[in-house]
């Protein structure tokens, strides 16, 4: 079946510093999308990128989706605290309606 | 606009128990999909329903079973509890069952299972 995998699984950094976080699935997607999950709380949509080498941007973050569709970026720059939390990817299989496969998730936490 | 509701938030079973989560949609939300959150295990999908019927499931033993109601309010069940069900299950909506959207989270029913 799909799997989407993401690394790092944690990664601490002084506020100020820039964050990256990798995504990469075993099959060919239709669409990426990104969550962030605030400690104790539940996941929370950031954006969704679906065409090939797509390149968003959120104020400080930028979102890149791959030119084969297999692999996604989240990039912070300048992290401050409020940026902590888990970021998932979340894929969707082309070809079909398929469902969401999560990754596993980076746990961001930034040191003041 | 009311948010995605599930009931209940927190709750104790022991083992060979079975326990029956709630979710409601968002008005007008007719696609609801079901995941298993544990730690280090990032989101495991469970089950999605569209219009009553099922349309994904996971790779999860038949001890988990869901459903969905004329409403779109869905149901998750799980039987003869293990240790290892220990989770935050959470049902998220979505508007259609479709190729993209994205998806409207609860906070959540956590469980634990001693």
């Known amino acids: 079946g799909q799997q989407v995998m993401q690394i790092p699984q944690y990664q601490h950094v002084q506020e100020g510093e820039d964050f990256t976080t990798y995504c990469n699935s075993s099959?060919?997607?239709?669409?990426i999308q990104w969550y962030k999950q605030r400690p104790g709380g539940h996941p929370v949509f950031l954006i969704q990128?679906?065409?090939?080498?797509e390149v968003k941007k959120q104020k400080r973050l930028t979102f890149q989706f791959g030119e084969a569709k297999k692999n996604s970026s989240l990039h912070i720059t300048a992290t401050q605290t409020t940026d902590v939390g888990t970021y998932f990817c979340a894929g969707r299989a082309s070809g079909s309606a398929r469902q969401l496969t999560f990754g596993s998730g980076t746990q961001l936490t930034v040191l003041p | 606009k009311a948010g995605v509701t599930q009931t209940p938030r927190y709750l104790i079973k022991t083992r060979g128990q079975q326990v029956t989560l709630s979710c409601s949609p968002i008005?007008?939300?007719?696609?609801v999909s079901w995941y298993q959150q544990t730690p280090g295990q990032g989101l495991q999908f469970l089950f999605e329903?569209?219009?009553?019927?099922?349309?994904n499931k996971g790779n999860f033993p038949g001890r988990f079973s869901g459903r969905q109601f004329s409403n779109s309010r869905s149901e998750m069940n799980v039987s003869t509890l293990e240790l290892g069900d220990s989770a935050l299950y959470l049902c998220?909506?979505?508007?259609?069952?479709?190729?993209?959207?994205?998806?409207?989270f609860g906070e959540g029913s956590r469980l634990t299972v001693l």
């Open positions: 008005s007008g939300h007719r696609s």
């Open positions: 329903y569209f219009s009553e019927t099922q349309r």
């Open positions: 099959t060919t997607l239709s669409n």
């Open positions: 998220a909506s979505s508007p259609q069952f479709e190729r993209t959207g994205e998806l409207f």
């Open positions: 990128l679906v065409k090939s080498g």
